[in-house]
C-alpha cells in the first residue's frame, strides 16, 4: 500500500485504511454536524451497496469537519445487520465505514482531499462523494453515478436533477451557461456535491491541484469538474431524480457567489489557453434526463428582488466604475430605474455584465471578493427578469429560455476574449 | 584728521573685501553642491518615478483612495508626487550636508534636527497611506455587506467607518510627527466620542422600528414573510 498522503492523514486513519485493505468502491462522505440525519443517509449507501455491488469490496470513508454532535460515531455505528432485511442480496464481503476528522472546521477541500487520499492508498477503482444534506437519497443514486465508471470507464460522473424551474438560479443563469461556452462541455451540475470519479483520475487531482492555495474550503468541486474538463477525462452525466429543496437565506446568495462564480473566475487565468481554443459547445454524454423541470407554483418576492437590484447600482456606482465599462453601467443604471412592468435584464446585457466582471477579477481592479460580492444585486436584477420571463412557462419555455442564455453566452464570448486581451 | 578718516575707510574696505574672499570660496562650493545635490536628486527621483510605474504604485493608490484626495486637491499623481518629495528631501539633504560641513554657526542643531526629523516624516508617511488604503478597503466592504443584507442608507454606514479610520490614522500620523499631540489626542476623543453619541442616538432615535420588527420577526411565531430566500441559488 502506497503511502503517499501519510504527511496530512492521521496515524489512526492509516491504521484504519491498512486495516480495510484495497477496495473495488468507495464511498466518500464529507460531514460537519449532520447527525440528523447521517444515520438514513449512510444506511441508504450501504442498501445502494448492497445491491448494486454486492461482490465487490466497498468502504465508507467518512471525511469529518469537526462535528460536535456525534456525526463520526454515528457513520461508523451504523450496522449493515439494520440495512439487509429490506435488500435481499447479501454482500459477499465486508462492508467496512470508517472515520476521521480532517480538520477542526469544516472545508469541502479538506474534505475531498482526505476522500481522495483514502482512495488512492486503498487503490479504489470508482468513488463517490455523497452529500449529508441529501434528505431524498436514494440507494440508486450509487449504482447511477458509479456504474459508468466501474463498468464503461468514464472518469468523471456529474448528476442531473429533478428541479423546479426557479430553483438553481445561479446555475442555470450564469454557472452552466458559462462553463458550457468557455470550456465547450455541456455540463449541468458542475459543482454539486454528489458525484463519481475513477480512481485514476482522483489521484491525478490529488497530485495536482494546489490544497494550500488557502481556497481548499471553497469551491472544490468545480475545480474537480474543471480539471476533469481540462485535462480530457472522459465524462458523463447520470439522472438521480428529484433534488430536495435544501433552504437558503439570502445571505447564502454571497457565499454560493464565492463558492462557484469565485472558483470559475479564478480557474480562468489558468485555464485561458484551454478556454481560448474552444468554440461552440458539445454535449456531455448522458444516462437518463439531461434535465426535468417541475412547474409548480412558487411564491416568491419578487417585488423585493427588483429593489435590491435598482439599490445596490445607485449605491455600488462608485464599486462598479472600476468594474464595468460605462456603457454597460450607464445601462445598468438606466434599467434600475425603470418600474417593476418595464424592467428588463436583457441576456445580452446580463452576459456583457457577466465578462467584463470575469475580465476584472482578472486583473484585481479591486479586491477579488469584493468583485464577486458586488455581482450579488445584478444577479437579483437577473433573477427577476427570469421570474418574469418565465412566470407562466412550461417545461419546454424554460428549457428554451436558458439554451437561449447558453447561446449568448457563446456568441459573446469573443467578447471575454477581448477583454481579456485588452487588459493584458 | 583726514588720514584717519582714510585709514578707517581703507580698513574697512580691507576687511570687506577679506570677508568677501574668505565667503566667496564657501560660496561657490554651496553652489557646487547644489548642483551635485540637484543631480544626485534628480537621478533619485528618475529611478524612483520607473520603479513606482513599474510596481504599479499609481493602482495601489487609486484603491487607497489617495488619487482621489490628489485629484480633488489639483495636486499630481501618487507617483508623481513621491517622486518630487524625495527630490526635495535629497536635494535638501545634500545641501545641508554641504552647509554643515562648511561650518556655519547656528546652523548644526538645525540640521541635525532636520536629520532627526525625516525618518519620523517617512513613518508618518507609509502611515498615512496604510490608513487611507485600511479605510478604502473597510468602507467598501462595509458598503457590499451592508447592500447585500439589504440594510438601509449602506453608503451613509460606509463613509462613517471610512470617516472613523482616517480620523484615527491622522491622530497616528501627527503623533508620530509629534505635532500638536496634546490637541489632536483631545480632537480625536471629542471627534470619536461625537461620533459613537451620534450613532447611538440615531440608533435609538431612527432604529426603533427597526428594532421592533427585528424582535418581532425574531421571537413572534407569525406568517413567514415571503421572500428571495425560498430560492435557492445552487
Known amino acids: 500500500m502506497k503511502l503517499a498522503e501519510e504527511s496530512f492523514l492521521t496515524d489512526d486513519f492509516l491504521r484504519q485504511l491498512i486495516n480495510v485493505g484495497e477496495v473495488d468502491i468507495l464511498v466518500g462522505l464529507p460531514t460537519h454536524n449532520n447527525a440528523k440525519t447521517i444515520g438514513s443517509i449512510v444506511h441508504t449507501i450501504q442498501s445502494g451497496i448492497l445491491r448494486g455491488f454486492p461482490r465487490e469490496r466497498a468502504v465508507i470513508v467518512n471525511a469529518d469537519g469537526g462535528s460536535r454532535d456525534g456525526t463520526p460515531e454515528l457513520v461508523t455505528g451504523v450496522s449493515i445487520d439494520d440495512v439487509r432485511p429490506a435488500s435481499n442480496p447479501y454482500a459477499l464481503r ?71 424551474k426557479f430553483e438553481g438560479l445561479l446555475i442555470t443563469n450564469l454557472l452552466y451557461p458559462m462553463t458550457r461556452a468557455l470550456y465547450g462541455l455541456r455540463i449541468r451540475e458542475a459543482s454539486s456535491p454528489e458525484f463519481g470519479f475513477s480512481g485514476r483520475f482522483g489521484s491525478q487531482f490529488l497530485g495536482q491541484n494546489a490544497w494550500n492555495d488557502g481556497t481548499e474550503g471553497a469551491g472544490v468541486e468545480l475545480r474537480f469538474t474543471l480539471a476533469a474538463i481540462r485535462g480530457r477525462y472522459r465524462i458523463c452525466q447520470s439522472f438521480l431524480g428529484e433534488k430536495d429543496h435544501v433552504e437558503r437565506h439570502a ?44 412547474l409548480e407554483p412558487l411564491r416568491v418576492n419578487r417585488k423585493r428582488l427588483r429593489e435590491m437590484f435598482s439599490t445596490g447600482v445607485a449605491e455600488l456606482e462608485s464599486v462598479f466604475q472600476s468594474i464595468l465599462s460605462p456603457s454597460t453601467l450607464a445601462e445598468l443604471q438606466r434599467i434600475a430605474r425603470l418600474g417593476e412592468e418595464e424592467f428588463h435584464y436583457p441576456a445580452e446585457l446580463w452576459v ?41 412557462a ?31 | 584728521m583726514r588720514e584717519m578718516i582714510i585709514s578707517e575707510l581703507s580698513q ?31 537621478v533619485v527621483k528618475a529611478l524612483l518615478r520607473s520603479i513606482l510605474r513599474l510596481i504599479k504604485f499609481d493602482k495601489l493608490s ?9 485629484t480633488e486637491a489639483a495636486l499630481p499623481s501618487a507617483t508623481e508626487m513621491l517622486s518630487r518629495f524625495v527630490f526635495w528631501v535629497t536635494w535638501l539633504g545634500v545641501i545641508l550636508l554641504g552647509v554643515r560641513a562648511l561650518g556655519i554657526l ?89 461620533l459613537m453619541l451620534g450613532l447611538a442616538i440615531a440608533f435609538g432615535m431612527g432604529g426603533r422600528d427597526l428594532a421592533r420588527r427585528f424582535l418581532e420577526k425574531r421571537f413572534a411565531r407569525g406568517k413567514k414573510e415571503e421572500n428571495e430566500d425560498e430560492l435557492s441559488p445552487l
Not at chain 2, 490614522?169 to 500638536?180: D, N, P, Q, R, Y
Request: net charge neutral; hydrophobic share 50%.
Open chain 2, 62 to 70: 487609486e484603491n487607497a483612495g489617495a488619487s482621489q484626495l490628489l
Open chain 1, 251 to 294: 445571505a447564502d446568495l454571497v457565499p454560493a457567489l464565492r463558492q462557484t462564480v469565485g472558483t470559475l473566475f479564478s480557474a480562468l487565468e489558468p485555464d485561458f489557453p484551454v478556454w481560448s481554443a474552444v468554440a461552440g459547445s458539445q454535449p456531455a454524454p448522458t444516462t437518463g434526463a439531461d434535465h426535468e423541470v417541475l
Open chain 1, 352 to 392: 456583457r455584465t457577466v465578462y467584463e466582471f470575469a475580465a476584472s477579477y482578472r486583473k484585481s481592479v479591486i479586491s477579488r471578493d469584493h468583485i464577486i460580492q458586488a455581482l450579488a444585486p445584478l444577479f437579483r436584477g437577473r433573477v427577476f427578469t427570469f421570474l418574469m420571463e418565465n412566470r407562466n
Open chain 1, 394 to 424: 412550461s417545461a419546454e419555455d424554460v428549457e428554451n429560455n436558458i439554451e437561449g442564455l447558453c447561446l449568448e453566452f457563446e456568441r459573446l464570448k469573443p467578447y471575454l476574449l477581448q477583454l481579456w486581451k485588452s487588459r493584458e
Open chain 1, 94 to 164: 465486508t462492508l467496512h465505514s470508517i472515520s476521521t476528522k480532517y480538520a477542526s472546521s469544516p472545508a469541502s477541500g479538506g474534505a475531498l482531499r482526505t476522500i481522495l487520499a483514502a482512495a488512492e492508498l486503498l487503490r479504489a477503482k470508482a468513488c463517490v462523494v455523497m452529500s449529508p444534506e441529501s434528505a431524498n437519497i436514494e440507494p440508486e443514486w450509487l449504482s447511477k453515478l458509479l456504474r459508468p465508471i466501474y463498468d464503461d470507464g468514464f472518469d468523471l460522473v456529474t448528476p442531473t436533477y429533478r428541479r423546479h
Open chain 2, 106 to 194: 547656528g546652523l548644526q542643531d538645525q540640521i541635525a534636527r532636520f536629520f532627526l526629523f525625516l525618518p519620523r516624516l517617512f513613518v508618518a508617511l507609509l502611515i498615512l497611506f496604510f490608513g487611507l488604503l485600511a479605510a478604502s478597503f473597510f468602507s467598501r466592504a462595509a458598503l457590499l455587506a451592508a447592500v447585500n443584507a439589504n440594510v438601509p442608507s449602506p453608503r451613509v454606514l460606509s463613509l462613517a467607518l471610512r470617516t472613523l479610520i482616517i480620523v484615527f490614522v491622522l491622530s497616528i500620523v501627527f503623533e508620530e510627527l509629534g505635532l500638536a499631540e496634546q490637541t489632536m489626542l483631545v480632537a480625536f476623543g471629542i471627534a470619536f466620542g461625537a
Open chain 2, 12 to 42: 574697512a574696505l580691507h576687511e570687506i573685501a577679506r570677508g568677501f574672499a574668505h565667503f566667496l570660496p564657501r560660496l561657490i562650493v554651496i553652489v557646487i553642491l547644489a548642483f551635485v545635490g540637484w543631480v544626485i536628486a534628480y
